[in-house]
């Protein structure tokens, strides 16, 4: 009956939240007995949260939203308990940067993609991290802004993102678009150079949110003290002051409650940090605005409907009592 | 041979891509055994969804630890995927149980949609069954780990608490059992802690 709520985590920077929750007995203290589940894969997480093997998880968007209409083969009833994080995702591309730095809108842009893909001599891999990501999303609207088109000048893969940086030094691959902070990670290693992300596409979008499944959701007193939880959780990760403390917490191996994410990247990569990406912590409910551009892309896509946008605009706003619909 | 010709027709290319090599042979000896299957396994330091393409299997056996299975979900999404048969997790939505105890062993099932369809259900509960039992064999060699360590434990306090005590053995022993019964605690925790606080002692 009481067995410990399972929250699903990926190694990545912005599970951050969910990490120091568990680790300073913040879910403890708000009378909640949790375990932290490192998973090795998107479809993982997904499936835990379909087939009752997850309470919660830390997950984007996207993908939690494709799980819950039923788009992996098994609707799920889920809803949204916290936004988690925004921003933090990295474009990367191999070889030489022919501009300084991000590449600009438009034929400048056009133009610096022309002369790298000239210099590496075939149409680019690139990777993501599941096709269900904002990833593939922030990647999409990066390209249209320098007028590439993703479908026909760009060969799409799907690969974890530590699986990358090998990629990324024999050649498999030729870019990525990736979570903190594996591009960072990847440009201290000089396997590759930042041309854009999420600061540079829609400073400030949605990344991360946690959540919950319908067993959780049935129970509202576990909700609600999750999502106090988290909210302090999420303020104590957003303070500079703590950036160390968390970098060591997340560089920790996976049996000492961490990540065994690289301590180098990861320090710059959180609120403080000096990375040119970094990552925010941010508190409160979840806004229409924080889910329009998601939901919007995904359309475009020819993922969801009509009937399914109006379902996901109804995850928005304060924690739904307990069994509303998703 | 008979039997083989005759079913050759409708044979199922199954392919196990499986992270632990030993259990990867174990499901594949057992597929074996059904003269309908064509069981392939994917190489080491191969990824996922280039096996899928090479091989061209009916069916693919996942093992859940495999961090490359995200590959293999996007399939249906990815537009230009090299790709020509769509693949999708196989999900029962009449067997519930049988969905979460594979998932809970830590296995999964992908079938290529284009594919003859036939119950592909015996072939994920073989993998079921096989993934249990290595389970459990680990679960128990875990425990007789555990057990090892605590036997080692206790040793080392009762010879260091003769030693400090000038008591033999069994005194030893008796006093750690004593304490145990006194804190409502297992032997090897009083161990445990006798040698902490020696060691303490030591370094202060």
Not at chain 1, 238 to 243: F, G, I, N, S, Y
Not at chain 1, 286 to 310: F, K, N
Request: with cysteine; glycine share 6%; hydrophobic share 45%.
């Amino acid at each position: 009956m009481n067995a410990p709520l399972r929250i699903g985590v990926l190694k990545l920077a912005d599970s951050a939240p969910v990490i120091m929750a568990q680790q300073k007995r913040i879910f403890a203290r708000h009378g909640l007995e949790t375990e932290i589940v490192v998973s090795p894969s998107w479809a993982n997480i997904a499936d835990g949260l379909a087939w009752n093997r997850l309470d919660a998880a830390v997950i984007f968007a996207p993908l939690a939203m494709m799980t819950a209409l039923g788009h992996r083969g098994h609707g799920a009833e889920l809803r949204p308990l916290a936004r988690i994080s925004r921003g933090g995702n990295t474009i990367m591309l191999r070889g030489i940067n022919p501009a300084s730095g991000v590449w600009q809108a438009g034929s400048r842009g056009r133009n610096a993609f022309d002369i790298w893909r000239n210099a590496i001599g075939r149409k680019p891999r690139i990777a993501i991290v599941h096709m269900y990501s904002t990833h593939l999303l922030i990647l999409r609207r990066f390209l249209k802004m320098i007028d590439v088109d993703m479908e026909n000048e760009v060969t799409l893969s799907v690969m974890p993102p530590a699986d990358m940086i090998h990629a990324l030094a024999e050649n498999a691959i030729d870019g990525g678009c990736v979570g903190p902070p594996w591009g960072t990670e990847a440009e201290q290693l000089g396997l590759a150079f930042q041309v854009g992300g999420s600061a540079t596409v829609l400073p400030g979008h949605l990344e991360k949110v946690l959540v919950a499944s319908g067993k959780l959701l049935a129970c509202e007193q576990k909700v609600s003290r999750m999502s106090l939880a988290v909210q302090e959780a999420l303020s104590f990760c957003q303070k500079p002051t703590h950036r160390e403390e968390i970098t060591q917490a997340l560089a920790a191996p996976v049996a000492d409650g961490g990540l065994l994410l690289p301590p180098a990247s990861t320090r710059t990569i959180l609120p403080g940090g000096e990375a040119r990406e970094c990552v925010t912590f941010s508190d409160g409910n979840l806004l229409p605005s924080d889910l329009d551009w998601i939901i919007s892309d995904m359309t475009a896509l020819g993922w969801i409907g009509e009937v399914e946008q109006q379902m996901l605009k109804r995850w928005s706003g304060p924690i739904p009592a307990a069994s509303s619909p998703v | 041979m008979n039997e083989e010709k005759k079913s050759s027709g409708t044979r199922l290319r199954v392919l196990v891509a499986d992270e632990n090599p030993r259990r990867g042979r174990a499901l594949s000896e057992t597929l074996h055994a059904d003269a309908s299957l064509d069981v392939l396994t994917v190489p080491p330091d191969k990824a996922l969804i280039d096996a899928v393409r090479d091989y061209g299997p009916d069916v693919v056996l996942v093992d859940l630890d495999r961090a490359d299975r995200d590959a293999l979900d996007s399939i249906r999404a990815l537009s230009c995927s090299a790709l020509e048969r769509p693949v999708a997790l196989f999900v029962d939505e009449d067997d519930v149980d049988l969905m979460e105890t594979a998932f809970d062993t830590g296995v999964c099932s992908y079938n290529v949609l284009e594919a003859l369809p036939r119950d592909v259900k015996p072939l994920l509960r073989a993998a079921i069954a096989l993934y249990a039992r290595f389970r459990r064999t680990r679960d128990e060699l875990t425990e007789a780990q555990i057990a090892l360590a605590e036997r080692r434990l206790i040793e080392q306090a009762k010879r260091s608490f003769m030693k400090n005590e000038k008591a033999n053995e069994a005194q030893a022993y008796r006093w750690l059992q004593r304490r145990a019964m006194q804190t409502s605690r297992r032997i090897a925790v009083v161990a445990e802690e006798y040698l902490a606080a020696q060691k303490k002692d030591e370094a202060s």
